[in-house]
């Protein structure tokens, strides 16, 4: 057994200084590689660096890298001072070689890629220089452009070499360290260990023999000292009892200790609980929103500060309180529904409800809104917290914005009662001073001097203003009543723009301005009612040559746009309100009157399409009827998009704001869906 056991434990040994030998040669010849090949680069960066940056110098100049004399010297000069650095190359931004050292020198050109080392470094193959560790520093000229790179690289092949040598002196050190180690081991294993081992076996043999009273021998191992311990102690089996009892004691003090940690941590728990419980108080009272906690009887526990000037109560009488009595006190208006909603709240849900009661210390009404939870607590009852917050306010401000609702739409309606009372009221006497006037200038003409005729016409061109008035009055009453009568029929919507601006040349050619088509071809038909809809593009073109100035420049473009807003079908009982949102998109013509005016601002871009709105201040409006600046009646727009609503369109403007000086312009856009709009178009495009 002696001999087994030393076997072992040399083998044991031998294996073991092998494999730390051999590992520590290894790091030991990889940690000075990586350390002279990162030397050797940063050397290389150093001086390519310091090249590139000369280079630079004379590249901010205004020299091309091509017209620098003299740098196949630099780059030969590089590779003299250091040895290991086997070439240094210079070459433009497209790679090709401008200036290099002496041969041997690889051709990168060539060179096969291996791997990215690092940075601006790169391991190639070259089958000039074989494996190659290349730093390439980018040349930049004064405009910071990339003109070209400075190379430097040297070969694996000196790592390789300056390795092994390494190696080699490595393993003659380390072999010597073996030898003398081992030596060691040796001795060890024989004073130590194998002669220990023997002394205990001769022990044991004494205690089978019946000699009990034996004394372990001096070990210096502690686990060969522990053993033969452990042999004297089976001589004795008294030993053996006082060893049992001292263990039994050690148990139990260590089962005292635990009761005691756990005891004190009991007595944390517990004042931690009062802590919580303090804290919640605090923060109870701390808080803005009144709030009352209940049992499981739905007796009040817990008020704060807050519920005394809400409820006008103390805390100490709100706290002796049921909850339903509570509500009884404060003469709350529904306390049999509010105490059933209380019951409804079960823990891990929530409920809210409005609360109106009567503060009893001022007899004041008040509004809460109070929002119920309930928890489990320690005892496994049922909590309910209740949050009331003060909604007095908020509910005083709702029932102001109804009363104003109410009176606006009061309002709304005798304006729109009026406007169609005035528009029948004037037509009738408008209609018979106008046959009137056309007697006058036709029968009576030769009667009348020419101060007279000038009058009559004067008071001809007034009438016809005031029936075009009257005329857009009966329209926007119409559109709000929903009764206008409209004439369906197909038609191409570049007719209706070329129909638009024959009507308009007298206006154009009288403001001097310019009104271009551009037009796409292909469009599709669309359906609407002729007359209004030329009624309703006429008022916008109007609407751009009243507020370009004169000599500007007016454009009508008209072109095929698909968007996800589902078209209205025909009808004059559209409501003009309606766009349902689709996944689906739908082909729209786009109509877009831009003009060059004094633009629309951003707050009066949603109102223009109210009825009698006009943008800009009133006293800068002319009266003329085309006059730059005119002011109508403010019905025009409104008719726009009265009559594009009810053929399923729409109608905004976009503009950068206005600008009498600067003159930034508006767009007015018209969209309306083609003949064939109610069906989707298989596109994922979309304007």
Known sequence: MQLSLQKRVLLFSFLVLTLTIAGNTWFSVESFRRNYRDGVLKRCETLAGGLARQIEIVLDLGLSLGEINGLSDRCQAVVENDPEIAYCLIENDNGKLLFHSNDPFPKISSAVFISDFHGNVNFLKTSELNKVYDLAVPLHDFDDDLVGRVRVGFQEAILNRLALDHLYQALLFLGGAFAVMFSLVVLFARRDLVAPVRRLCEMASQISSGKFKVQSPLMRTRELAVLGDALEGMASSLRERDEEILKNCQELEKTNLELQ?????????????????????????????AILVCDEDDNIIIANKASETFFGLSRERIEKMNYFSFLETLACSDVELQFERYQMVHPGTSADTEIHFVRPSDRKSLVGWAVKSAIVGRDRKRLVQIIIRDATSEEETRLNLERAARELERLNQMKNTFLGLASHELKT??????????????????????????????ITNASERLSEIVRDMLDVSMLDSKTIDLVSQEVDVNDLVNRVADRAKLDLQQRRQTLHLDTADDLPPIRCDVDRMVQAL?????????????????????????????????????????????????????????????????????????????????EGHSSGKVAFRSRGAGL???????????????????????????????????????????LPVESDQSD
């Not at 905004?652 to 930034?664: C, F, I, K, R």
């Open 429 to 458: 006497p408008l209609t018979i001073i106008m046959g009137y006037l056309e007697l006058l200038s036709s029968e009576f003409s030769d009667q009348l001097d020419e101060d007279a005729q000038d009058m009559v016409l004067q």
């Open 636 to 678: 025009g727009l409104t008719i726009v998009k009265g009559v594009v609503a009810i053929h399923g369109g729409a109608v905004w403007v976009e503009s950068l704001g206005y600008d009498p000086e600067a003159m930034p312009g508006s767009t007015f856009y018209v969209l309306l869906p083609t003949l064939d709009g109610s």
């Open 261 to 289: 940690s756990s005891y004190e941590r009991l007595e944390s728990i517990s004042s931690e609980l009062g802590r919580s419980r303090e804290l919640y108080r605090s923060l109870l009272d701390d808080a803005t929103d």
């Open 538 to 618: 006429g008022n916008v073109l109007g609407n751009a040559i009243k507020f370009t100035p004169d000599e500007g420049l007016i454009t009508v473009r008209t072109r095929l746009v698909h968007k996800t807003r589902t078209p209205e079908k025909f009808s004059q009982n559209g409501d003009g309100v309606q766009c349902h949102i689709s996944e689906d998109l739908f082909p729209y013509v786009e109509i877009a009157v831009v003009d060059q005016g004094i633009g629309i601002a951003e707050e009066d871009q949603d109102t223009i399409f109210e009825k009698f709105y006009e943008i800009g201040d009133v």
